[in-house]
């Protein structure tokens, strides 16, 4: 069973920092680039971080305050968010994709259930 297991979200103040982890299962981890996206209300998902191969890339919205990482080891990427702000406020989604194809929400192979992002002012 291919399994993404998100946790780590949760409400915070605005400037403050969250680390969310997925925990990957039922497929060759280390064939996979993985990433996460969110999603507002009302807004389209937006891909704002992925790993693969130890490259790493962030969007523009995110840069500079956010780090992605992963245990291979342990089937596990990781998101540190700091310096959050309310507009980071949505459902952060980990998702997975086979290396070598771009990383964008409808190419994405297995997708987790998501974890909630609230960020008070």
């Known amino acids: 069973e291919v399994q993404l297991q998100a946790s780590g979200g949760g409400l915070v103040q605005a400037g403050g920092s969250l680390r969310l982890s997925c925990v990957a299962s039922g497929f060759p981890f280390d064939d996979y680039a993985l990433g996460w996206f969110r999603q507002a209300p009302g807004k389209n998902r937006e891909g704002i971080s992925c790993?693969?191969?130890?490259?790493?890339w962030y969007s523009e919205s995110v840069k500079g305050r956010f780090t992605i990482s992963s245990d291979n080891a342990r089937n596990t990427v990781y998101l540190q968010m700091n310096s959050l702000q309310p507009e980071d406020t949505a459902v952060y989604y980990c998702?997975?994709?086979?290396?070598?194809?771009?990383?964008?929400?409808?190419?994405?192979?297995?997708w987790g259930k998501g974890t909630q992002v609230t960020v008070s002012s």
């Open positions: 790993i693969s191969d130890g490259s790493t």
């Open positions: 998702a997975a994709v086979h290396r070598g194809t771009y990383f964008r929400p409808e190419n994405m192979d297995y």
